[in-house]
C-alpha cells in the first residue's frame, strides 16, 4: 500500500512558478510510473502529467500545460515534483499526486491504484 503525501501549494500571483511535492511511504516510486492530476471548482478532474516507470521515463503533459509544468521524480528521496511556471489563473485547483503500476494510459484516472489527498493551488491577482 503506497501513501503519497501532497505539499507545496498556496496562493500566487499570476506569472509565478511553485513547485509540488509529493512524498511516498509504504512503497517505492521507482516500481510505480506517477502522475498529476487537478479538479477546479465544479469541474471533474483531469490530468495534467505523467512519469513512466519505462520508456526511460517517458513523460507526458496535458496541452495545457506543455512548455510550462515540468513532472520529475527522485527515487532516492522516493519523491515526485512538479515545476509549475507562468501560471494562470485557470491553474487554479487542487492538485492530485497518484501513482500506477502501469505505464501507458497513464492520462486515464483509471490507470492509477493510488491517490494522495490533493494540495490546493490558487492563481490569483
Known amino acids: 500500500q503506497v501513501q503519497l503525501v501532497e505539499s507545496g501549494g498556496g496562493l500566487v500571483q499570476p506569472g509565478d512558478s511553485l513547485r509540488l511535492s509529493c512524498a511516498a511511504s509504504g512503497g517505492t516510486i521507482s516500481t510505480h510510473s506517477m502522475g498529476w492530476f487537478r479538479q477546479a471548482p465544479g469541474k471533474e478532474r483531469e490530468f495534467v502529467a505523467s512519469t513512466a516507470i519505462k520508456w526511460s521515463g517517458f513523460t507526458d503533459y496535458a496541452d495545457s500545460v506543455k512548455g510550462r509544468f515540468t513532472i520529475s521524480r527522485d527515487n532516492a528521496k522516493n519523491t515526485v515534483y512538479l515545476q509549475m511556471n507562468s501560471l494562470k489563473p485557470e491553474d487554479t485547483a487542487v492538485y492530485y499526486c497518484?501513482?500506477?503500476?502501469?505505464?501507458?494510459?497513464?492520462?486515464?484516472?483509471?490507470?492509477?491504484?493510488?491517490w494522495g489527498q490533493g494540495t490546493q493551488v490558487t492563481v490569483s491577482s
Open positions: 497518484a501513482a500506477s503500476r502501469y505505464d501507458s494510459g497513464l492520462y486515464r484516472e483509471g490507470r492509477y491504484e493510488y
